[in-house]
């Protein structure tokens, strides 16, 4: 029985994708911050015959709390997807930032994923698979102005947030040797609480994007390291493919961590 960790697996995609491993018999940690829609997900779950779930609950603008989501899991994992995401946010929103001070589509998006990646990669199987949920609205990082102190707006940020994932995807396929690290562009505008939220119109399923995403889960003789737009290999933006914006990435990345965590 494989087991799958899912973040972000109370809502869209998330909950299909659970749904769907879940009752193919996959042992699915779900993760979320709603308890109860936690709860409702693993009843589902095991209402249509699947093996119980186990419920984890954390909130990912708090890399703390994402050490102790990291810290609660044992044993051996198949398939980390990292899912949890928030969106550009609604007409007028202004700039917001996590519990840690970190801009916060940067530390939810990006940064939790890197940080619990990074800390659950000995826990993954030998030949196990890790799936970064990006998107297609990608947007080059201004290092100078990482947390964007100055011109912020929502979707800016997010659609850095993402192509932050796709960069840490080619780095961590280089460095795991016999697994796969992909990413994915899942769906466009997916009619998700996220994309209702934007005041955007939806034009996918959910549907949809969980047929692309459970490829990259599933699929035999898969590449590593690359970047999918729904079922297709795609090119993301041009600065994923550049290693030194990579490694100031890495470097920007370690460094928030520190400051937060002391």
Do not use: C
Request: hydrophobic share 40%; net charge negative.
């Amino acid at each position: 029985m494989q087991t799958i960790l899912i973040t972000g697996a109370t809502d869209g995609l998330g909950r299909e994708l659970a749904l769907r491993l879940g009752t193919s018999g996959a042992r699915v940690l779900v993760h979320g911050r709603n308890a109860v829609r936690a709860d409702r997900l693993r009843q589902d779950i095991r209402a249509a015959g699947g093996p119980e779930p186990e419920v984890l609950l954390a909130d990912l603008a708090s890399l703390r709390e994402v050490d102790k989501l990291a810290n609660s899991i044992s044993g051996e994992l198949d398939v980390i997807v990292n899912n949890a995401g928030i969106g550009g946010g609604r007409p007028g929103t202004t700039r917001e930032v996590s519990a840690d001070g970190i801009e916060l589509r940067f530390a939810v998006n990006y940064l939790a994923g890197y940080r619990l990646t990074r800390l659950l990669v000995p826990h993954l199987a030998p030949t196990g698979r890790i799936v970064n949920v990006a998107s297609a609205g990608q947007q080059a990082i201004d290092f100078d102005d990482p947390m964007m102190e100055r011109g912020w707006d929502g979707f800016s940020a997010y659609q850095r947030s993402k192509l932050a994932q796709i960069m840490f995807t080619i780095d961590l396929a280089a460095e795991l040797d016999g697994r796969l690290v992909n990413s994915l562009h899942p769906a466009t505008f997916m009619d998700t609480t996220m994309v209702n939220e934007s005041g955007v119109s939806p034009i996918s399923s959910v549907a949809e994007g969980a047929d692309a995403t459970m490829r990259l889960i599933t699929a035999p003789d898969l590449p590593t390291g690359r970047y999918f737009n729904g079922l297709r290999e795609a090119r993301a933006n041009q600065q994923a493919y550049d290693a030194a914006a990579r490694e100031r990435l890495r470097t920007l990345s370690d460094e928030l961590i520190a400051n937060a965590l002391g």
